[in-house]
């Protein structure tokens, strides 16, 4: 399955509510937007890795590479990466950009929880 249909089914089915955002999840999310090539995606991933070692069992991370979802990319107007959505279980989405410090990510998280 493609990666489209799975985060249509487990995060957000845009065709079906493309004006808005609502969450299919039973549990806050982040989606790191990013790119095998880009150097801060690099530095950003093993922080994700950590956040998702950390709050295992009450936050999911998902990764979405733009260069092979460019669909899911333009849908969240994707223009500068890494880009994270940290999303809570109701409510709005907070959208970060760049290679995040740490106790950003988790003040972040903390609003999200």
Same mark, same amino acid.
């Given at each position: 399955?493609?990666?489209?249909?799975?985060?249509?089914?487990?995060?957000?089915?845009?065709?079906?509510?493309?004006?808005?955002?609502?969450?299919? !999840?039973?549990?806050?999310?982040?989606?790191?937007?990013?790119?095998?090539?880009? =150097?801060?995606?690099? @530095?950003?991933?093993?922080? #994700?890795?950590?956040?998702?070692?950390?709050?295992?069992?009450?936050?999911?991370?998902?990764?979405?590479?733009?260069?092979?979802?460019?669909?899911?990319?333009?849908?969240? !107007?994707?223009?500068?990466?890494?880009?994270?959505?940290?999303?809570?279980?109701? =409510?709005?989405?907070? @959208?970060?950009?760049?290679? #995040?410090?740490?106790?950003?990510?988790?003040?972040?998280?903390?609003?999200?929880?």
């Amino acid at each position: 399955m493609c990666q489209c249909r799975l985060f249509s089914k487990n995060i957000f089915d845009y065709s079906a509510s493309p004006n808005k955002f609502v969450y299919k !999840g039973d549990k806050p999310a982040i989606v790191d937007f990013y790119a095998d090539w880009c =150097g801060p995606c690099r @530095q950003l991933s093993p922080k #994700l890795e950590e956040v998702a070692k950390k709050y295992k069992g009450k936050l999911i991370v998902y990764k979405v590479n733009i260069d092979n979802e460019t669909e899911l990319a333009r849908i969240f !107007g994707v223009r500068s990466i890494p880009m994270c959505l940290f999303i809570p279980k109701n =409510g709005t989405p907070i @959208q970060t950009m760049g290679n #995040l410090p740490m106790n950003e990510i988790e003040k972040t998280i903390a609003q999200i929880m």
